[in-house]
């Protein structure tokens, strides 16, 4: 979604601007991914996309590089989300270069955040992310 979008009839709300997604990792995550978030506030409407995924402006070393580099951060302010009352509502849909088994943790984490979760699906989810996240401290 560039800075011309209508979205007056807007159902998925996606920013991107390359030369904002083509910043450092430590830029993206301390101050972009939040003017992405703002930008969907100001539509208001519809499901928001946070693109999530650096871009390689330069051509050079390509999107498995840029994640490398991202990844922990990236990390970091998705679950910073699931106690944020002010960013958590905007959230719908995180796009993630390359899954991995912790970043899937990390999305059934922050549906059960937004209350997403059925009563009977929540003991199940929880007790998964528990054991998933003991194997991981191993």
Do not use: H
């Not at 995550?29 to 992405?36: A, E, F, M, P, Q």
């Not at 871009?55 to 990236?74: H, Q, S, Y």
Request: charged letters at 25%; a negative charge; glycine letters at 6%.
């Amino acid at each position: 979604m560039g800075d011309d979008a209508q979205t007056d009839y807007a159902s998925l709300v996606s920013p991107y601007k390359k030369i904002w997604s083509g910043s450092t990792a430590k830029k993206f995550v301390g101050s972009i991914l939040d003017r992405y978030i703002d930008t969907f506030r100001g539509v208001n409407r519809g499901f928001f996309v946070l693109q999530c995924q650096l871009t390689d402006n330069a051509l050079v070393f390509g999107p498995r590089f840029r994640e490398g580099k991202l990844i922990e951060r990236a990390n970091a302010f998705v679950e910073a989300l699931y106690d944020d009352a002010d960013r958590l509502p905007y959230i719908n849909i995180v796009m993630r270069d390359f899954v991995t088994c912790e970043k899937c943790a990390l999305t059934v984490r922050l549906n059960i955040a937004k209350g997403y979760a059925s009563a009977d699906t929540l003991t199940e989810f929880s007790a998964s992310l528990n054991a998933f996240a003991g194997i991981a401290e191993e």
